[in-house]
């Protein structure tokens, strides 16, 4: 870059996205012709140089966005007065605004994205005439007491101040706005404010106003005159209640996006919004709206493309015969009160991708207009009463890539054409309905990320199918009546991070493919017919301890790539208690259990694979041999169930660290000695952790370990009333074995005793032999 230094004439320099070292600003100083600087993520750092860039005051653009700039710049701009327009978005600026005052030459301002203290009167820019744009996202907006008599001078056309911070009322210097086109105010708190409708009377040129989040309350009141230019308002997540404007429609006739969801607005929907012409997005989801839906949408917004309605009271049909919203690529009416079939209007757009009726109180069949949607990407039909089987021509729908039907009351088998959706399937959701039959074993979609076959009655062995979904997540087919070995393949299933195969009837042994997979979560096998040993090289981990690139994966690419979601639920038992996890706490979840099944062996003595778990469960199978002390190394565990086996010896002492443990249960087994210490989480486990295990002694327990009282083994025997098998069968044998040689020796004493003895047993085998033959059948007779 030094050669930068004989470019006296350079008037425009524009880098993009190529790392440069920082002596790059130094040099800059040394071109008096350079106007416009463009420096757009090239990894700079540090703070400007006062030599070089601060000595620029001839610039007129600025643009040193997406770096890592940081440091106070009052002292390097404030001489910068032939400066236009200014990008220093994306860095870690910090400081106040000041500086900006004496830039009178400024007209556009994009600071978002750094760490500026901005105060809510924009104060610093009362004086910068020119000024049309200020860009301020996600900065620290505070407010300051404005001086009321004071007016800025600039004029603005677009300002987005979206971020945080509570600053009580709307700005004052938005009163005196009258080119406004677009304001982006979002997350900002105003507290006891109602809906500025004074700033739509006095911007006629609006296009774009977007409340988010902030705390505006009281009843949505538009203005006198109506407002032929804006095109999308967004108000969602507030407080707003009382009914929806009647003539919203004819006040805003010119809306192409309207979303007034998170508020608390009750009432109808007003009929109005069927003279939206323009509207294509409606979201009035997770309000109070009831009624149904009006004819007049249904009718007059032709161009509407994306409707939800999401989580509200509305009733009735879903749609009348009068329809002509044959452009709708997303329709969710989910949690409502809606009755009837689906309709067969629907069948009238062929571009629905995302159709979510769930939890609401539908009925009949899944109608087989459906096989007309060639388009269909996604088809959500869960929480309803819907009967049936799953119809053939879905495998015909080559564009379905999401198939969540779960909580209804399907039956049929999954039909074998649905291998045709091997190549676009990306969620499989059937879980909770009367499905029975195989899977077909040439059902293996290739990017599938999801499969909820939860809670039905699917039988047969696991043959082939997902064999080769190698991007799946999620493997959930617990509750079934599956059979048969669990498949090696498996263990190439490497981004599995959630299996579930419990309550079916799985046998042989645990797979040691499992072993390969690296990203494995949670894993459920438990309540199964499952023998042979626990592999001790089984990983468990959550996406804390993986690498960055699955992480990237999981909440990112899968979300876009393969439609993995963490709000689908998975059922997992833990503390003896079944939880349904989604969101956010199926990225931290992880846990074993193998209980209910007939595994021998001993507990893993190697814990490193998974020192994260939180939750562990070997209850109810036949382990031997003691409890690993290692097994305190777990920290993080919460449930521990280590009861019904025939596990030996002592409790290791060193279990008392787990601060988190709040289930821990090792009865009946053979444990002997004195109950771990009664302190931090252990001071809370009762006599019920421990029962069943006949030389254990301590509190809770009754059993006193003091050497004055009488033997341990005795007084259990007395309490329990129990036998030692062991000594039973000795005792039985040898008691038995005297019994025969005194036999012995009396008769080889006593000779008239063994002539009587001998002649007794000649006259029986006489007597025997006589009765048999007199009854046989003649033909057996020579």
């Given at each position: 870059?030094?050669?930068?230094?004989?470019?006296?004439?350079?008037?425009?320099?524009?880098?993009?996205?190529?790392?440069?070292?920082?002596?790059?600003?130094?040099?800059?100083?040394?071109?008096?012709?350079?106007?416009?600087?463009?420096?757009?993520?090239?990894?700079?750092?540090?703070?400007?140089?006062?030599?070089?860039?601060?000595?620029?005051?001839?610039?007129?653009?600025?643009?040193?966005?997406?770096?890592?700039?940081?440091?106070?710049?009052?002292?390097?701009?404030?001489?910068?007065?032939?400066?236009?327009?200014?990008?220093?978005?994306?860095?870690?600026?910090?400081?106040?605004?000041?500086?900006?005052?004496?830039?009178?030459?400024?007209?556009?301002?994009?600071?978002?994205?750094?760490?500026?203290?901005?105060?809510?009167?924009?104060?610093?820019?009362?004086?910068?005439?020119?000024?049309?744009?200020?860009?301020?996202?996600?900065?620290?907006?505070?407010?300051?007491?404005?001086?009321?008599?004071?007016?800025?001078?600039?004029?603005?056309?677009?300002?987005?101040?979206?971020?945080?911070?509570?600053?009580?009322?709307?700005?004052?210097?938005?009163?005196?706005?009258?080119?406004?086109?677009?304001?982006?105010?979002?997350?900002?708190?105003?507290?006891?404010?109602?809906?500025?409708?004074?700033?739509?009377?006095?911007?006629?040129?609006?296009?774009?106003?977007?409340?988010?989040?902030?705390?505006?309350?009281?009843?949505?009141?538009?203005?006198?005159?109506?407002?032929?230019?804006?095109?999308?308002?967004?108000?969602?997540?507030?407080?707003?209640?009382?009914?929806?404007?009647?003539?919203?429609?004819?006040?805003?006739?010119?809306?192409?996006?309207?979303?007034?969801?998170?508020?608390?607005?009750?009432?109808?929907?007003?009929?109005?919004?069927?003279?939206?012409?323009?509207?294509?997005?409606?979201?009035?989801?997770?309000?109070?709206?009831?009624?149904?839906?009006?004819?007049?949408?249904?009718?007059?917004?032709?161009?509407?493309?994306?409707?939800?309605?999401?989580?509200?009271?509305?009733?009735?049909?879903?749609?009348?015969?009068?329809?002509?919203?044959?452009?709708?690529?997303?329709?969710?009416?989910?949690?409502?009160?809606?009755?009837?079939?689906?309709?067969?209007?629907?069948?009238?757009?062929?571009?629905?991708?995302?159709?979510?009726?769930?939890?609401?109180?539908?009925?009949?069949?899944?109608?087989?207009?459906?096989?007309?949607?060639?388009?269909?990407?996604?088809?959500?039909?869960?929480?309803?009463?819907?009967?049936?089987?799953?119809?053939?021509?879905?495998?015909?729908?080559?564009?379905?890539?999401?198939?969540?039907?779960?909580?209804?009351?399907?039956?049929?088998?999954?039909?074998?054409?649905?291998?045709?959706?091997?190549?676009?399937?990306?969620?499989?959701?059937?879980?909770?309905?009367?499905?029975?039959?195989?899977?077909?074993?040439?059902?293996?979609?290739?990017?599938?990320?999801?499969?909820?076959?939860?809670?039905?009655?699917?039988?047969?062995?696991?043959?082939?199918?997902?064999?080769?979904?190698?991007?799946?997540?999620?493997?959930?087919?617990?509750?079934?009546?599956?059979?048969?070995?669990?498949?090696?393949?498996?263990?190439?299933?490497y981004q599995l991070s959630y299996l579930l195969l419990n309550n079916n009837h799985f046998e042989g042994e645990i797979p040691?493919?499992?072993?390969?997979?690296?990203?494995?979560?949670?894993?459920?096998?438990?309540?199964?017919?499952?023998?042979?040993?626990?592999?001790?090289?089984?990983?468990?981990?959550?996406?804390?301890?993986?690498?960055?690139?699955?992480?990237?994966y999981v909440t990112t690419v899968a979300l876009v790539n393969t439609s993995f979601s963490t709000e689908e639920p998975i059922?997992?038992?833990?503390?003896?208690?079944?939880?349904?996890?989604?969101?956010?706490?199926?990225?931290?979840?992880?846990?074993?259990?193998?209980?209910?099944?007939?595994?021998?062996?001993?507990?893993?003595?190697?814990?490193?694979?998974?020192?994260?778990?939180?939750?562990?469960?070997?209850?109810h199978n036949s382990l031997t041999g003691p409890i690993p002390a290692a097994l305190s190394k777990l920290r993080q565990i919460?449930?521990?169930?280590?009861?019904?086996?025939?596990?030996?010896?002592?409790?290791?002492?060193?279990?008392?660290?787990?601060?988190?443990?709040?289930?821990?249960?090792?009865?009946?087994?053979?444990?002997?000695?004195?109950?771990?210490?009664?302190?931090?989480?252990?001071?809370?486990?009762?006599?019920?952790?421990?029962?069943?295990?006949?030389?254990?002694?301590?509190?809770?327990?009754?059993?006193?370990?003091?050497?004055?009282?009488?033997?341990?083994?005795?007084?259990?025997?007395?309490?329990?009333?129990?036998?030692?098998?062991?000594?039973?069968?000795?005792?039985?044998?040898?008691?038995?074995?005297?019994?025969?040689?005194?036999?012995?020796?009396?008769?080889?004493?006593?000779?008239?005793?063994?002539?009587?003895?001998?002649?007794?047993?000649?006259?029986?085998?006489?007597?025997?032999?006589?009765?048999?033959?007199?009854?046989?059948?003649?033909?057996?007779?020579?």
């Amino acid at each position: 870059m030094h050669g930068l230094l004989h470019l006296k004439n350079l008037e425009s320099l524009r880098i993009y996205s190529t790392p440069l070292e920082n002596n790059i600003l130094q040099t800059i100083g040394a071109m008096p012709s350079l106007k416009f600087l463009s420096l757009w993520n090239c990894g700079l750092n540090g703070t400007l140089p006062k030599q070089g860039f601060c000595e620029s005051t001839h610039l007129r653009e600025v643009d040193i966005d997406y770096n890592n700039l940081k440091g106070n710049l009052s002292e390097c701009f404030s001489n910068f007065t032939s400066l236009e327009n200014i990008d220093l978005s994306s860095n870690q600026f910090s400081g106040n605004i000041f500086f900006l005052k004496s830039l009178t030459s400024l007209s556009t301002l994009r600071l978002s994205n750094n760490n500026f203290q901005i105060p809510s009167s924009l104060e610093p820019f009362f004086n910068l005439s020119k000024l049309k744009y200020i860009y301020a996202d996600n900065n620290s907006i505070y407010a300051e007491t404005e001086m009321h008599h004071l007016s800025p001078r600039f004029q603005l056309n677009r300002i987005s101040l979206s971020c945080c911070g509570d600053v009580g009322s709307f700005p004052q210097f938005l009163y005196h706005q009258h080119d406004l086109q677009f304001v982006d105010l979002s997350n900002i708190y105003f507290k006891g404010e109602q809906f500025p409708g004074w700033l739509l009377g006095n911007n006629k040129k609006l296009q774009s106003l977007i409340l988010i989040n902030n705390s505006l309350s009281g009843p949505f009141r538009l203005p006198f005159a109506s407002h032929l230019d804006l095109s999308g308002l967004d108000v969602s997540i507030n407080f707003f209640n009382g009914s929806i404007p009647t003539e919203i429609g004819a006040k805003l006739p010119s809306l192409t996006f309207l979303n007034m969801s998170k508020n608390s607005f009750g009432g109808s929907i007003p009929a109005s919004i069927g003279g939206m012409n323009s509207l294509r997005s409606l979201d009035l989801s997770n309000n109070q709206l009831s009624g149904g839906l009006p004819e007049h949408l249904a009718m007059g917004c032709s161009l509407l493309s994306v409707l939800i309605l999401s989580n509200n009271r509305l009733q009735g049909q879903i749609f009348s015969a009068n329809f002509s919203l044959t452009n709708l690529r997303e329709l969710q009416v989910d949690g409502n009160n809606f009755s009837g079939s689906i309709p067969d209007c629907l069948s009238n757009c062929s571009f629905l991708s995302i159709l979510d009726v769930s939890n609401n109180q539908l009925f009949d069949e899944i109608p087989r207009w459906m096989e007309n949607l060639s388009r269909l990407s996604r088809l959500d039909l869960s929480n309803n009463a819907i009967f049936g089987g799953i119809p053939k021509w879905m495998g015909n729908m080559s564009s379905l890539e999401e198939i969540i039907m779960a909580n209804n009351h399907l039956g049929g088998s999954i039909p074998v054409e649905f291998c045709q959706l091997n190549l676009k399937l990306k969620l499989l959701d059937l879980s909770a309905n009367d499905i029975s039959g195989s899977l077909p074993s040439c059902f293996s979609p290739l990017r599938i990320s999801q499969v909820h076959l939860s809670k039905n009655k699917l039988q047969g062995q696991l043959t082939n199918a997902f064999r080769n979904s190698n991007l799946l997540v999620t493997l959930d087919l617990s509750n079934n009546h599956l059979s048969g070995n669990i498949p090696n393949w498996i263990g190439k299933l490497y981004q599995l991070s959630y299996l579930l195969l419990n309550n079916n009837h799985f046998e042989g042994e645990i797979p040691i493919q499992l072993c390969k997979l690296g990203h494995l979560s949670l894993i459920d096998l438990s309540h199964n017919n499952l023998s042979g040993i626990i592999p001790s090289c089984l990983k468990i981990t959550t996406l804390n301890d993986v690498s960055q690139d699955y992480v990237h994966y999981v909440t990112t690419v899968a979300l876009v790539n393969t439609s993995f979601s963490t709000e689908e639920p998975i059922e997992f038992t833990t503390k003896n208690i079944s939880y349904s996890y989604k969101g956010k706490i199926l990225t931290i979840l992880s846990g074993i259990d193998l209980s209910c099944n007939k595994l021998t062996g001993e507990i893993p003595h190697k814990v490193e694979n998974f020192l994260k778990i939180f939750a562990l469960n070997l209850s109810h199978n036949s382990l031997t041999g003691p409890i690993p002390a290692a097994l305190s190394k777990l920290r993080q565990i919460e449930s521990l169930d280590l009861s019904y086996n025939n596990l030996s010896g002592k409790i290791p002492p060193q279990l008392v660290g787990l601060s988190f443990l709040s289930f821990f249960s090792v009865a009946y087994n053979n444990l002997s000695g004195s109950t771990p210490e009664r302190t931090a989480q252990f001071a809370t486990f009762e006599e019920s952790s421990y029962l069943g295990n006949l030389f254990l002694c301590g509190p809770p327990l009754q059993k006193s370990c003091s050497a004055t009282e009488p033997s341990l083994i005795q007084k259990a025997r007395e309490e329990d009333g129990s036998i030692d098998m062991d000594v039973f069968f000795v005792s039985f044998i040898v008691s038995y074995i005297i019994v025969l040689l005194g036999f012995a020796v009396v008769l080889y004493i006593n000779p008239n005793w063994r002539r009587a003895w001998f002649y007794h047993i000649e006259m029986g085998i006489t007597s025997c032999f006589n009765f048999v033959v007199d009854n046989l059948p003649r033909e057996f007779h020579c």
